[in-house]
């Protein structure tokens, strides 16, 4: 589950604020001064201060860097230094929007990715010659710098003012994967059913993988208005992605009947064999992918998660199963922890599901933690099941016994967590008399009141 993003403005206006004074048409150069922070408005929020209350998304870093350029192109500086920020600022803009966008194991050529995010192709080749050839002329650099903030205009600041929430805009710019995600179940289907077809199939497969691996990159894209960092960007896709997944028709089967879960072992997801090939697919090309598809079940279980909405105990218990099959199949590799996937379902189910849900949360501790008894008994408390019966608001006796059982549970988890503090010398000694545990260093002696020292203000010599 991703964390809230910090950003440097207290609200959108005055993100909006600094747009106009950039991209205002009157008195240009005094506009662009209160957006740099050249001149001194109390009431102006510039991007300088922002810089220093916050690390700054790249393209409001970019955005700063053409602008105290251009403030500093006025006749009473060197050209040569001029050319130098001018050069500095684009060979910046351009490295940090490529750099972001490089995944998988082999690097990619910076023209085919700026090709991807629309960035015009002759910015790469100043970003070239600045890097690698003499500089460019001071026209070139100053066209370049105007071009360069009007592409942040229509792909950073309108698209972050227009559409505040990341998810909204991965929604409203995103074609639907989900004909693919078809396509791919009903080849599955075909190669469970005869083997022999895998080579026949292997090209249509091939296919859908590479339109699933082009969709992330779209999604990625769009996602860039949300975040700059390269990870933030991977999980939004990945985890847009693992929410299609998710849906009917899925990972969860359509007809109830086929989510039904053999009762004895350990839990498994009824359609692993169908949808296994996609998702270790995808775990070898996005390391990230097994942490987004397990917060992506978490929320679906969540209430006010995304997830299926006729959610009945088969779906959860279908939904649990790929739970344990994501743990277990990248438990190594991706670095998962079974007790922290458990404990995020705790959290994601509401009470009164968490009781409903108690059989296959069992199961889910069993086929995660055999052997853990320990946490097995710390969990047992809050999956125990409910009578039969007894409405949801309606107190009965034994409710006061299951609570207290509860508290006490947790009670003594505190007190186990208390005893292996550390305690505080200083408390220790004055309160229980304890001298220091183990030797002492040479050279160095423990201040007592038997040695004359006692307690003063700080600057004051202890010693009597």
């Known amino acids: 589950m991703r964390l809230p993003r910090r950003v440097p403005w207290a609200a959108l206006s005055e993100l ?21 922070g050249k001149a001194l408005t109390p009431h102006a929020t510039q991007l300088a201060a922002w810089r220093v209350a ?42 940090g929007l490529v750099d972001a966008r490089q995944y998988g194991v082999y690097a990619r050529s910076i023209a085919a990715i700026a090709s991807e995010i629309d960035l015009p192709s002759w910015f790469v080749e100043i970003r070239h010659a600045a890097t690698h050839e003499d500089l460019p002329s001071l ?12 592409w942040l205009l229509h792909h950073y600041f309108m698209p972050t003012l227009s559409l505040q929430d990341a998810n909204d805009r991965l929604s409203a710019q995103l074609a639907s994967i989900e004909p693919e995600l078809k396509a791919y179940k009903e ?35 769009v996602a860039t208005g949300a975040s700059d960092d390269s990870e933030s960007l991977e999980l939004a896709a990945l985890e ?12 969860v089967p359509l007809a109830k ?21 996609l998702l270790q697919h995808l775990q070898d090309q996005h390391p990230l992918f097994a942490s987004a598809l397990i917060t992506s079940i978490t929320s679906a279980l969540s209430p006010t998660g995304n997830g299926v909405e006729d959610s009945d105990d088969l779906t959860t218990a279908c939904q649990l199963g790929w739970l344990a099959w994501t743990v277990q199949q990248w438990k190594d590799s991706a670095d998962l922890d079974a007790r922290e996937a458990v404990a995020q379902v705790l959290l994601s ?54 609570m207290k059982q509860r ?21 220790t000694d004055r309160e229980a008399g304890l001298t220091a545990v183990g030797p002492i260093a040479p050279g160095w002696r423990r201040l007592s009141a038997e040695t004359g020292w006692k307690e003063r203000p700080i600057g004051l010599n202890g010693l009597a």
Request: charged share 25%.
């Open 16 to 36: 909006e604020q600094v747009c106009t004074w950039i991209f205002s048409d009157e008195s240009a150069h005094d506009s662009r001064a209160k957006a740099a």
């Open 349 to 402: 189910l509401q009470p009164a599901s968490t009781s409903r849900c108690a059989k296959p949360l069992r199961r889910l501790l069993h086929t995660l933690l055999p052997d853990d008894e320990a946490f097995h008994s710390r969990v047992a408390a809050f999956i125990q099941p409910t009578q039969s019966g007894v409405s949801r608001h309606q107190w009965q006796e034994t409710d006061v016994a299951v």
């Open 257 to 277: 009947t086929k989510r039904v879960i053999p009762e004895d072992g350990p839990l498994r997801p009824p359609n692993a064999h169908i949808w296994s090939p």
């Open 187 to 221: 080849l599955a289907k075909r190669l469970a059913q005869d083997e022999s077809l895998r080579s026949t199939l292997k090209p249509e497969l091939d296919r859908i993988y590479a339109h699933v691996e082009k969709w992330l990159g779209e999604a990625r894209i």
């Open 139 to 150: 026209e070139i650099l100053r066209d370049a710098s105007r071009e360069a903030l009007q």
């Open 54 to 95: 916050a690390p700054l998304p790249h393209a409001l870093e970019s955005a700063l860097s053409f602008l105290a350029a251009e403030l500093s192109d006025d006749g009473r500086t060197s050209a040569l230094v001029v050319r130098q920020a001018y050069a500095s600022a684009m060979v910046r803009f351009v490295n």
């Open 240 to 251: 847009e992605l693992a929410a299609a997944l998710l849906g009917k028709g899925g990972l």
């Open 407 to 427: 508290l006490a549970v947790i009670q003594q988890h505190s007190k186990s967590s208390t005893m292996k503090t550390d305690l505080v010398p200083g408390e």
